[in-house]
């Protein structure tokens, strides 16, 4: 059961700007073919522009045959930045964007950036498609120094509606440090309303069980990490469209670097955390919660990686190729190998669901239209 896309608010955007990188795709037509996924059926595509056709295209180069699927994505990524704290670096992001690229990935969600995009962001030929969130919106002292917007709880609805009616999304911390306090249902139920009203969406950072769960009980679109959260929440998440980006591979990362670590109480919280995630994946997967996949932050284009992660929690291949490919398109608007959809697409070799190693080694790659 997935959860409804919302419509992309882009009526404050510049006049002609295209929140996806819609253009007009490549001059030579290109044509891929094979088995495409989700449905496992034959397929025979040509690029018309940027939008796939079935209808035969005379002089089209055949690029690639193989498995097709509809593009990767990663749902949760967070490109432009060395460290947390520094400020957007337009080289830094390129590089990257096109790291993503390279992985399979031809469109990404950033739930926070270092500061607003640049106007290339998620349009230029080489740079994935995007949505974006802006800089993080959280309470004072609870979130790195140097990054996002702060406000008092009260502020944040009106806060996060503003950045929602500029770019579709916005993100915020619902909880943080050990000793911090998380923000309240109340707040997080008003800051999803208000979002809502102006047809925006909103994402939610939690690691902690008190945050989580206000997150989920008031509705937002997702839950981001979701570390700490109790199994009883993922009925309610599937009964309130909530869905689930669980980042499995970068906090299984971090926890190989926590044991490194001299005892504390962060410590134990964290690796208690880490070690309950993949049983809560895969329990949530099997309750018909919408699972996304998302890296996080560097190194860039590891989403092959995130994929295997949520296949060794117990997350059946399909449901987790999907959560980084057609699921997350539709979650965040786009459709997939069908007429008049958006021509991108990745192409490998043999199944990716039964050979998990395919994922680094894809046979073309296109985005919007052009081969990369």
């Known amino acids: 059961?997935?959860?409804?896309?919302?419509?992309?608010?882009?009526?404050?955007?510049?006049?002609?700007?295209?929140?996806?990188?819609?253009?007009?795709?490549?001059?030579?037509?290109?044509?891929?073919?094979?088995?495409?996924?989700?449905?496992?059926?034959?397929?025979?595509?040509?690029?018309?522009?940027?939008?796939?056709?079935?209808?035969?295209?005379?002089?089209?180069?055949?690029?690639?045959?193989?498995?097709?699927?509809?593009?990767?994505?990663?749902?949760?990524?967070?490109?432009?930045?060395?460290?947390?704290?520094?400020p957007l670096d337009e080289a830094v992001l390129r590089d990257d964007l096109r790291r993503h690229?390279?992985?399979?990935?031809?469109?990404?969600?950033?739930?926070?950036?270092?500061?607003?995009?640049?106007?290339?962001?998620?349009?230029?030929?080489?740079?994935?498609?995007?949505?974006?969130?802006?800089?993080?919106?959280?309470?004072?002292?609870?979130?790195?120094?140097?990054?996002?917007?702060?406000?008092?709880?009260s502020e944040l609805p009106e806060l996060a509606a503003a950045q929602a009616a500029r770019s579709g999304w916005a993100k915020i911390i619902a909880d943080w440090t050990l000793e911090s306090e998380p923000l309240s249902f109340e707040t997080l139920r008003a800051v999803t309303e208000r979002v809502h009203a102006v047809g925006g969406r909103v994402a939610v950072h939690s690691q902690h069980l008190a945050g989580g769960t206000a997150a989920v009980d008031a509705g937002v679109d997702s839950v981001e990490h979701g570390m700490g959260l109790d199994a009883s929440a993922l009925d309610r998440m599937v009964a309130n469209r909530v869905a689930f980006t669980p980042t499995l591979s970068v906090l299984e990362g971090g926890g190989a670097r926590a044991r490194e670590r001299p005892n504390s109480p962060m410590r134990t919280w964290y690796l208690d955390g880490v070690?309950?995630?993949?049983?809560?994946?895969?329990?949530?997967?099997?309750?018909?919660?919408?699972?996304?996949?998302?890296?996080?932050?560097?190194?860039?284009?590891?989403?092959?990686?995130?994929?295997?992660?949520?296949?060794?929690?117990?997350?059946?291949?399909?449901?987790?190729?999907?959560?980084?490919?057609?699921?997350?398109?539709?979650?965040?608007?786009?459709?997939?190998?069908?007429?008049?959809?958006?021509?991108?697409?990745?192409?490998?070799?043999?199944?990716?669901?039964?050979?998990?190693e395919e994922l680094d080694h894809p046979l073309a790659v296109i985005l919007r239209g052009i081969l990369s």
């Not at 969130?133 to 979130?143: E, L, S, T, V, Y």
């Not at 949530?284 to 919660?289: D, H, K, S």
């Not at 965040?332 to 043999?350: E, I, M, N, Q, S």
């Open 1 to 86: 059961m997935g959860a409804p896309v919302a419509p992309i608010r882009t009526q404050n955007l510049p006049a002609g700007y295209d929140i996806f990188g819609l253009g007009c795709g490549a001059m030579t037509v290109l044509r891929v073919r094979g088995i495409g996924l989700p449905d496992g059926e034959t397929i025979d595509l040509y690029a018309d522009g940027d939008r796939w056709t079935t209808e035969p295209v005379r002089g089209a180069e055949l690029v690639a045959e193989g498995w097709v699927l509809p593009g990767l994505v990663d749902v949760h990524t967070h490109p432009g930045a060395v460290q947390p704290g520094d």
């Open 101 to 153: 690229v390279a992985s399979g990935v031809t469109l990404i969600r950033s739930p926070g950036l270092a500061g607003d995009p640049p106007a290339w962001f998620g349009r230029d030929d080489d740079v994935p498609r995007a949505v974006h969130a802006g800089p993080w919106i959280a309470r004072h002292g609870a979130f790195f120094d140097g990054w996002g917007r702060r406000a008092e709880p």
């Open 275 to 356: 070690a309950a995630h993949p049983p809560l994946v895969a329990a949530a997967a099997e309750a018909g919660v919408t699972l996304l996949a998302g890296t996080d932050s560097r190194p860039h284009g590891g989403i092959a990686g995130e994929v295997r992660a949520l296949v060794a929690a117990g997350v059946p291949a399909h449901t987790a190729l999907g959560a980084a490919s057609w699921v997350a398109r539709k979650f965040l608007g786009l459709a997939g190998l069908v007429d008049g959809a958006p021509a991108d697409a990745v192409v490998y070799a043999r199944d990716p669901r039964t050979h998990l």
